[in-house]
């Protein structure tokens, strides 16, 4: 028989669920993706706070495949900002064909990659592939993608809720991230996150989200 115990279900009256949800949508509403940050540092415990909340994420088997590096060290950021913007330098010039280079334009990204030392920590997410047993035999981890992606939706939340901006980064490809963190060939890199406070003169790109009636259907 499984271990089961009592949900903690904490009730909320319906109309203040309706509230609740109108104003988390309004608070989330506000996020954007930050290019441009202050040279000022994280409040003590924050990092640690947001990954404990990104750790909740359900996860296949509750396997919770994920290992998150928050990388403090300005020689590791100038190394991975260097690695990054060599791999972005080829996907601008050369890999990246016209019509991809064509939707990217509203953004304004191009290869050079100041946010990776100017962000006061990089989280690096990893995805672990598979797991290993006590005896050290490989386990199979399932739902590997879908699970990291929805700790990472969790994470950006979480860093949104705090007050700090960060950037959904995805140099390709991320293998120099794995070494340069030195993670284990299990663990693929999974996504690059700069975390920190917008520069005062931060700019974004100006972009709308789809309506309502555009994403949601009803049967
Ligand atoms: N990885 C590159 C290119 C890039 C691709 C997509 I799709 C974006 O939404 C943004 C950028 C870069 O980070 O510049």
């Not at 100017?118 to 592939?129: C, D, E, G, K, W």
């Amino acid at each position: 028989m499984e271990d089961h115990i009592p949900l903690d279900f904490q009730p909320i009256p319906p109309e203040e669920s309706l509230a609740r949800a109108e104003a988390f949508y309004a608070q989330m509403a506000r996020r954007r993706s930050v290019r441009f940050f202050a040279d000022r540092p994280l409040p003590e415990g924050l990092l640690e706070q947001i990954v404990a909340t990104a750790g909740t994420a359900p996860s296949g088997a509750n396997q919770q495949p994920w290992t998150f590096v928050a990388v403090r060290s300005p020689d590791l950021k100038r190394q991975i900002r260097a690695a990054a913007e060599e791999e972005e330098r080829a996907f601008y010039s050369q890999r990246a064909p016209e019509s991809w280079l064509s939707d990217l334009a509203p953004l304004g990204t191009g290869w050079e990659k100041p946010f990776l030392d100017a962000a006061p920590a990089l989280l690096v997410i990893f995805r672990q592939r598979h797991g290993y047993d006590a005896d050290g035999t490989l386990h199979k981890h399932y739902y590997t993608l879908e699970s990291v992606g929805i700790a990472v939706g969790m994470l950006i939340a979480a860093i949104h809720n705090a007050g700090l901006v960060s950037l959904t980064h995805t140099p390709s490809p991320m293998e120099f991230l794995e070494r340069i963190l030195e993670r284990p060939t299990s663990e693929k890199a999974f996504l690059l996150m700069p975390v920190g406070y917008p520069a005062e003169d931060a700019t974004v790109p100006n972009i709308t989200r789809k309506p309502l009636d555009e994403i949601l259907i009803w049967r």
